[in-house]
């Protein structure tokens, strides 16, 4: 893994510039999103990556697993609902 440093600046506007080098390198493009994280004098930013359509589709087929070896159909899911929506 490869470390790099760098000196940037905020704006007064409170906005830092990525070095380039640094996003091409991490393919960083205008509206990439970040989770921010401070603590005392030090700033993290992790960059967010969206969910893949495979991961969703894995969590999916789990649950559908999960679902039949529970005996739950949508019939009961339906009446699950139903009965909740009831009670508020």
Same mark, same amino acid.
């Given at each position: 893994?490869?470390?790099?440093?760098?000196?940037?600046?905020?704006? =007064?506007?409170?906005?830092?510039?990525? #070095?380039?080098?640094?996003? &091409?390198?991490?393919?960083?493009?205008?509206? =990439?999103?970040?989770?921010?994280?401070?603590?005392?004098?030090?700033?993290?930013?992790?960059?967010? &990556?969206? #969910?893949?359509?495979?991961?969703?589709?894995?969590?999916?087929?789990?649950?559908?697993?999960?679902?039949?070896?529970?005996?739950?159909?949508?019939?009961?899911?339906?009446?699950?609902?139903?009965?909740?929506?009831?009670?508020?």
């Amino acid at each position: 893994m490869e470390k790099e440093f760098d000196v940037t600046k905020m704006s =007064s506007r409170g906005q830092i510039v990525i #070095p380039q080098e640094l996003r &091409e390198r991490m393919n960083l493009e205008e509206g =990439s999103k970040f989770a921010v994280v401070g603590m005392e004098d030090t700033i993290i930013l992790k960059k967010l &990556e969206p #969910p893949k359509w495979e991961d969703f589709d894995k969590a999916i087929s789990s649950l559908r697993k999960f679902g039949k070896e529970k005996g739950i159909n949508e019939k009961k899911v339906d009446k699950a609902v139903r009965d909740i929506r009831r009670r508020r």
